[in-house]
């Protein structure tokens, strides 16, 4: 069974840009999970989307939106790109929601200049 | 005081130590706990998933959970140098219907020596 595939692995951008990453869950899986890391932070949840609606949401700014497609393939936007917005951005996948094992991707290293 | 609470570390042993990982955490309400393991550029990997209080063990790793402690621990037997990685627990409680609050550690960073 195929993992869960972020793309693309690594993205470099400048303040006040936008950017969208992907992300394919395992198959079968209808809950999709968008994640910050960064040093200082750790592991921060930011949102996740079920059978195409946002079911639970973390505390960051609404610069930071997603989507869940019918397939259950999600991507996330950022935009107005700010210097503090360069993380490890993992999308994680499930069978049933927060409260279930989380499947990880290997991330999408954002870099801001 | 944070809600998960994580010793960064770094935590360094000899091969074939037992290794002895721990968070605290202060809401109550947590039900679901698990340890994930991550290596350096890759995602988190699921070791541990355990519900409620008690012990779970598999292989090299058992994990443990005291509720009434607000505490949680996982013991790695006879470490290996490719146990070498940040351990970061996590927890998730209902916050009604089918919303869940998921909340990690910040991880401790463990380096096995040969």
């Known amino acids: 069974k195929a993992g869960v595939t972020q793309t693309p692995r690594y993205l470099i951008k400048t303040r006040g840009q936008q950017v969208t990453l992907s992300c394919s869950p395992i198959s079968g899986h209808r809950s999709v999970s968008w994640y910050q890391q960064t040093p200082g932070q750790g592991l921060q949840f930011l949102f996740e989307?079920?059978?195409?609606?946002?079911?639970n949401k973390g505390n960051f700014p609404g610069r930071f939106s997603g989507r869940q497609f019918s397939n259950s393939r999600s991507e996330m936007n950022v935009s107005t790109l700010e210097l503090g917005d360069s993380a490890l951005y993992l999308c994680?996948?499930?069978?049933?929601?927060?409260?279930?094992?989380?499947?990880f991707g290997d991330g999408t290293r954002l870099s801001i200049l | 005081q944070k809600e998960v609470e994580q010793d960064p570390g770094p935590l360094s042993v000899p091969e074939g130590a037992i290794v002895s990982l721990n968070c605290t955490y202060s809401?109550?309400?947590?039900?679901?706990f698990m340890w994930y393991r991550q290596y350096s550029r890759k995602g988190p990997e699921l070791l541990m998933y355990t519900y409620s209080s008690g012990n779970k063990e598999d292989g090299r790793f058992t994990a443990q959970v005291d509720k009434s402690s607000k505490y949680i621990s996982l013991f790695i037997r006879d470490s290996q140098p490719s146990d070498s990685a940040t351990y970061l627990c996590a927890m998730s409680a209902n916050s009604g219907g089918s919303n869940y609050k998921l909340t990690f550690g910040k991880g401790t960073l463990l380096t096995v020596n040969p």
């Open positions: 809401n109550s309400a947590f039900q679901y």
């Open positions: 994680a996948s499930s069978n049933g929601g927060l409260n279930q094992p989380q499947h």
């Open positions: 989307y079920f059978s195409e609606t946002q079911r």
